[in-house]
């Protein structure tokens, strides 16, 4: 599997839009990039994913560099129910295994 | 409705036990899966199962064996239980034989297994 560096941590203010970024530098052109979150004590869920153009959900949007090389999660309102870890992962079109790094623990203040 | 459901939430036992850690998806996914997460919290991909067969075996030990009855149900069976399995595991199902890309897996909440 391609790797995927992100901050081991991040913090927030509650109401503030998040950027949490992710670098994939050895993306290849199948990979599709994948967003799931971890929230405490839960199973992980997933966020969103994209290929190539910019995605936008109901969760959260995914920003995708022209080259791929890096992509960035925006959570536009921060609550303090997003504290969670944030994985970045990427699968390609015949993808079985699905490993999650560290991800990014997201804290969230009031 | 839970879409995935794990029983137990909790299991604590003593080395050497054999126990059985049970899954049930009911969004009619075909292909369900088994993840192991460490103190560490990193999470790893064990066994996935499409249709009742098995399609990924990672490297882990022979005590583990996953047994699908059905394509709902995908259950974990440790055998010789050592400190080492004390983990978090977490069940899991997608619609899609391995993601395929564009495919979204549906986690179950976890059972934490501690070795005693």
């Known amino acids: 599997d391609a790797k995927t560096t992100q901050p081991n941590s991040m913090e927030s203010n509650e109401e503030e839009p998040v950027h949490l970024p992710c670098n994939h530098s050895t993306i290849s052109g199948t990979d599709y990039i994948h967003w799931y979150r971890q929230l405490p004590s839960q199973g992980p869920e997933y966020v969103i994913h994209g290929l190539t153009s910019n995605v936008n959900n109901r969760m959260a949007s995914l920003a995708i560099a022209e080259d791929r090389k890096s992509s960035t999660l925006i959570l536009h309102r921060a609550t303090l129910r997003d504290a969670a870890v944030y994985y970045c992962i990427l699968i390609d079109y015949s993808g079985y295994a699905l490993n999650f790094g560290k991800g990014t623990s997201l804290l969230v203040t009031p | ?116």
């Open chain 2, 1 to 116: 409705d839970t879409a995935v459901s794990q029983t137990p939430k909790y299991l604590v036992t003593q080395m050497g036990n054999d126990k059985s850690i049970k899954c049930e998806q009911n969004l009619g996914h075909d292909t369900m899966y088994w993840y192991k997460q460490d103190s560490k919290k990193f999470l790893k991909i064990m066994f996935s199962y499409n249709n009742k067969e098995l399609i990924i075996n990672e490297t882990v030990p022979n005590r583990f064996s996953p047994k699908s009855p059905d394509k709902a149900h995908l259950n974990l069976h440790i055998n010789s239980l050592e400190l080492g399995d004390s983990a978090v595991y977490f069940c899991a199902s997608s619609s899609e034989p391995g993601l395929a890309g564009t495919d979204t897996q549906y986690f179950g909440p976890g059972t934490r297994l501690t070795v005693l």
